[in-house]
C-alpha cells in the first residue's frame, strides 16, 4: 500500500468489519475443530509501515513463531501470522486441550496444528475479502518458522519493499473459558492489488456517506 494512499478512520472501520467477520467464521471453524467454545477477536485494527512490523512486535532478538501464506489469483500478496514464543506454546495448549504450560517447545504435531488454524484463519479472511471484491483470493501451503523476529520477517518483506510501503495490519486475541493469547496478523500486498482493495474500501466509503445523508 503506497504511503501517499493512508486509509481514514472510516475505511478502517470497513476493514474492521471485513476483519471481524472473518474472525467470527474462523471461531466457530476452531471451535468445531477443538470441540470446545475458541472465540478470536481482533482488538486492532491499522496501518502500519512494512519496515517497522518487527518492532510492532518484539525487539529484533526476541524469538517468534511465524506461518507465511501467499496470496494468488486476482490478486498478489501474502499473510503473516506471528506469535510470540509463550503465545505459540500457549495456543497450542488451547487447541490440543493440555494444561496451560504444558508445552516447552513445538513438536512436529504442534507445528501441524498451528499451520491448520493458520489456514483457518487466512482462509476466513480472504473469503470475506473476495466477497467483497468480487475476486478469487487463495492462500497457498503455510511455511511455519521458529527463529528471531527480525530474521524471520526480513526474508518475507524483501519481495514487497519496492512495491509497498504499508501493511494492513491486526492484532487478534484467542480467547477461551480461561485462557487469552495474543498473536499479530499482517496482510501485504504488491502496489497494483493494494490500489484495487483501497478502491474498493473508498467507493464502499463513498456509499456510506451518502447512505447516511439521506
Keep these: 500500500m503506497d504511503s501517499n494512499e493512508k486509509l481514514s478512520d472510516a475505511e478502517m472501520d470497513i476493514i474492521r468489519t471485513i476483519a471481524e467477520k472473518g474472525a467470527d467464521g474462523a471461531s466457530r471453524a476452531i471451535s468445531k475443530m477443538t470441540n470446545s467454545s475458541v472465540k478470536l477477536t481482533i482488538s486492532k485494527v491499522y496501518s502500519f509501515p512494512i519496515e517497522k512490523i518487527g518492532n510492532l512486535i518484539s525487539d529484533a532478538e526476541a524469538i517468534v513463531t511465524t506461518i ?6 486476482d490478486m498478489a500478496g501474502s499473510i503473516l501470522l506471528v506469535f510470540p514464543s ?11 486441550k493440555r494444561p496451560l504450560g504444558a508445552t516447552s517447545k513445538l513438536s512436529d504435531f504442534d507445528k501441524s496444528t498451528l499451520k491448520e488454524v493458520s489456514n483457518i484463519i ?20 503455510p511455511d511455519l518458522t521458529v527463529d528471531m523476529v527480525q530474521a524471520t520477517i526480513d526474508s518475507v518483506l524483501i519481495d514487497f519493499a519496492q512495491s509497498s510501503d504499508e501493511a494492513i495490519s491486526l492484532e487478534m486475541t484467542f480467547k477461551s473459558t ?9 496482510v501485504l500486498f504488491d502496489s497494483s492489488s493494494a490500489k484495487v482493495i483501497l478502491d474498493s474500501v473508498r467507493k464502499e466509503t463513498e456509499k456510506s456517506k451518502k447512505t447516511n445523508k439521506n
Excluded: M, P, W
Design 68 to 73: 507465511y501464506l501467499k496470496i494468488t489469483g
Design 86 to 96: 509463550v503465545c505459540a506454546l500457549s495456543l497450542v495448549d488451547l487447541l490440543n
Design 122 to 141: 487466512s482462509g476466513s479472511f480472504l473469503a470475506v475479502l473476495s466477497e467483497r471484491l468480487k475476486l478469487s483470493l487463495v492462500e497457498s501451503i
Design 178 to 186: 480461561n485462557q487469552q493469547i495474543e498473536g499479530y496478523f499482517f
